[in-house]
């Protein structure tokens, strides 16, 4: 039989609402990578391309099933780099010795965060953007800002991927006539979800991110969701202090081929 059959992903069981949004997010832009196949098959929803990165080569899981660590592994062993992203819940620890059998191991993890809404905006308002153009442009804004270290070739395709995803919308704040911070919005149910939030070198620790989470807040009050988001453990602190309390963890394990891909 082939490797995968591309078609639609549909829900496999109930995912609560921050989890949801993750995977919309994550499904959102591998499809916008020319070239992806999004798939389903048993618990594994996940995404192969052409495109070296796991942007597009993925994952997302849980509770998984002998059959589906065997489907993992005959998947995982044909992709350079290739993430599987266990999401929170079921039996992590079982989860983790399962992954390892098929030569899968953890290479970080993100802590998954909520925090209820504001009902009056700050004074910050930021701009969407919203032609093809101003979307790539401040793709590549966010790409710099997280990605700088990797080829430009990794950095070009995850900031047209970003660009053309829809249904992510993409805020700049502006100073003096350069973009200072940016952010990626996903709305899905009752989540409006938080990614790609970053500040421009210069002016960092000056309160424009916390200020940009309180406008989103905002807006959360306004349509009646509640914020999500996820970050690396070392960032906790400073997000609890923003409002934000810890909900869950995704962990992302990768087969340790030649090299390491930065997480987006």
């Known amino acids: 039989r082939p490797l995968l059959e591309c078609g639609a992903v549909t829900a496999i069981k109930a995912l ?27 618990n594994l929803r996940g995404c ?23 489907e993992l592994g005959r998947i995982a062993e044909t992709r350079d780099p290739f993430h ?14 399962r992954l390892a059998a098929i030569g899968l191991s953890p ?26 153009a101003a979307r790539l442009a401040l793709a590549k804004f966010m790409v710099n800002q ?18 053309r995803a829809g249904g992510l919308d993409l805020y700049a704040v502006g100073f003096q006539g350069a973009v200072l911070g940016s952010l990626m919005l996903c709305r899905e149910g009752s989540t409006l979800g938080v990614y790609n939030l970053c500040v421009a070198p210069e002016f960092r620790n000056q309160g424009w991110g916390r200020n940009m989470l ?5 807006i959360a009050g306004t349509e009646g969701r509640t914020v999500t988001l996820q970050c690396d453990d070392r960032l906790t602190d400073w997000y609890r202090r923003a409002g934000f309390n810890e909900n869950g963890e995704i962990t992302a394990y ?8 930065d997480t987006m």
């Open 16 to 42: 609560d609402g921050p989890t949801a949004n993750l995977v919309e997010t994550y499904f959102r832009l591998a499809q916008a990578t020319p070239g992806a196949c999004v798939w389903q098959r048993g």
């Open 48 to 70: 192969t391309g052409p495109f070296s990165h796991p942007i597009c080569n993925f994952v997302v899981a849980s509770d998984l099933t002998d059959a589906d660590i065997r």
């Open 84 to 97: 599987a992203y266990v999401l929170p819940g079921g039996d992590r620890s079982k989860t983790a010795r």
């Open 107 to 132: 290479t970080y993890r993100l802590i998954q965060m909520v925090a209820p809404p504001l009902h009056e905006l700050p004074g910050l308002q930021p701009v969407e953007a919203t032609t093809h």
């Open 146 to 163: 997280f990605f700088l270290s990797q080829p430009r070739q990794f950095r070009e395709g995850i900031a047209r991927a970003t660009a």
């Open 214 to 218: 309180d406008w989103v807040r905002a």
């Open 254 to 261: 990768l087969r340790p081929f030649g090299g390491t891909f």
